[in-house]
């Protein structure tokens, strides 16, 4: 069982800059995909930044330009770099790791920190 540690949320103004990171308990680097989903109210959870399979980064289209997910596998943490953030990037953030071994695939979450956008 990987543990998914996620400190960094907060209250931020518009046009501002948060750091979010997650640390995990086990190796990153056999993880098949890892990244950041969010939750705002009233909607569904929805994938922000992933690295997944074959080294590729993939990000949603609202936040392409602005968001940038990294890695330090020395660390066992992955990081989401938010500018310029908007009103409607308030949301809960959720770290995500799926690892696949051979036929079984385990799917881990975080618990989630919240993130506000507001003057």
């Known amino acids: 069982q990987?543990?998914?540690?996620?400190?960094?949320g907060g209250?931020?103004?518009?046009?501002?800059?948060?750091?979010l990171s997650c640390a995990a308990s086990d190796s990153i680097f056999c993880m098949n995909?890892?990244?950041?989903y969010r939750q705002a109210p009233?909607?569904?959870?929805?994938?922000?930044?992933?690295?997944?399979?074959?080294?590729r980064i993939n990000y949603t289209d609202s936040v392409k330009a602005r968001f940038?997910?990294?890695?330090?596998?020395?660390?066992?943490?992955?990081y989401l770099q938010m500018n310029t953030l908007r009103p409607e990037d308030t949301a809960v953030y959720y770290c995500n790791a799926?690892?696949?071994v051979y036929s079984r695939i385990d799917v881990f979450w975080g618990q989630g920190?919240?993130?506000?956008?507001?003057?």
């Open 2 to 8: 990987v543990q998914l540690v996620e400190p960094g």
């Open 11 to 19: 209250l931020v103004q518009p046009w501002g800059s948060l750091r």
């Open 33 to 36: 995909a890892m990244g950041w």
């Open 42 to 55: 009233g909607k569904q959870r929805e994938s922000v930044a992933l690295f997944v399979s074959g080294g």
């Open 68 to 78: 940038i997910i990294s890695r330090d596998n020395g660390k066992n943490t992955v």
């Open 98 to 100: 799926v690892l696949k």
């Open 113 to 119: 920190t919240q993130v506000t956008v507001s003057s």
